[in-house]
């Protein structure tokens, strides 16, 4: 438990610093001496753990999968090493660093909202009681209700990545515009996250909302046309790690609010501005005060 503790210390710690997490392993990547570094850690780790691993994992689907062969005599081909090193680094690098923007924002309405932290707190205090804490599995995630909801909120209200767009395949219309075949169409996925004609009190944290009627908060990240929650986007492009990160966002959620009381540096209110980029981090780092919870069985 020490361990995990300090591990999400850690990560909460460098995910309050995007930018500078992104100067320094721009340059570790770009540098010839670490790519070379990196490809070799990347590459003994596929070989080696393959045997180790389910056939449906993404490491091994890189090491099976086939490309149309470049000569014009037709075939095919494994992809090769430098192409399944820009693959890791993309699936790695990517999901990393959404995941400390999502968390910083979460814990910031955390920080505003006492109330759902008590809540929260009162629920991971009692999967405590029952089984020490343990959070390690999708079976343990989906006894924590209300833990999930407040990340859903959280990425509802603060989706890391503000919009995505699609490649148009055929031509169609919307709205009474027409949108030609091999247009770029680009979703404001932060908009639809606090359109009031889909969402009540749509600028509320609220994490009740993903309980009300007894829904089951996976519902709002399944495709389909009345899917809510454009936050990973939708249909075949859909992101994969979508149920990933909100369980990995879990995690780390459960353990800082378990561990700690967490309220306003002294002086301080926080800061709910974002900064407008590709990605969209809190304009100005979360501080706040944390005092160690001494009871944990409420």
Request: hydrophobic share 45%; aromatic share 10%; charged share 25%.
């Amino acid at each position: 438990m020490k361990i995990i503790i300090s591990e999400s210390a850690i990560l909460l710690f460098f995910s309050f610093l995007p930018q500078l997490i992104q100067k320094v392993f721009s340059k570790l990547l770009f540098n010839k001496s670490g790519a070379n570094h990196s490809a070799g850690i990347f590459l003994h780790l596929l070989k080696n753990g393959r045997d180790h691993l389910p056939a449906t994992c993404y490491a091994n689907t890189l090491l099976e999968f086939e490309l149309p062969a470049d000569n014009k005599g037709g075939g095919k081909r494994k992809l090769r090493e430098d192409e399944i090193l820009d693959l890791c680094t993309e699936f790695i690098g990517a999901s990393g660093h959404n995941t400390g923007i999502a968390l910083e924002w979460i814990m910031a309405e955390l920080v505003n909202h006492p109330r759902v932290q008590g809540r929260l707190a009162e629920e991971l205090c009692l999967l405590g009681r029952i089984d020490g804490g343990r959070i390690d599995g999708d079976q343990e995630m989906t006894s924590l209700p209300y833990l999930r909801a407040v990340v859903m909120e959280g990425i509802r209200l603060h989706p890391p990545s503000p919009s995505f767009f699609r490649l148009v395949e055929k031509e169609f219309e919307v709205g009474g515009y027409a949108v030609p075949k091999g247009a770029l169409v680009f979703f404001n996925a932060a908009s639809m996250g606090v359109d009031e004609r889909v969402w009540e009190d749509p600028l509320r944290f609220f994490p009740e909302r993903f309980l009300a009627a007894g829904e089951n908060a996976k519902r709002f990240l399944a495709a389909g046309e009345n899917a809510k929650l454009m936050a990973f986007g939708r249909g075949r492009r859909m992101c994969a790690g979508s149920e990933s990160a909100v369980f990995i966002l879990g995690c780390f959620v459960a353990h800082l609010v378990r561990e700690f009381e967490w309220s306003p540096a002294e002086g301080e209110q926080v800061d709910m501005s974002a900064k407008m980029e590709i990605f969209m981090p809190m304009k100005t780092p979360l501080r706040a005060r944390i005092v160690r919870r001494t009871n944990k069985t409420i």
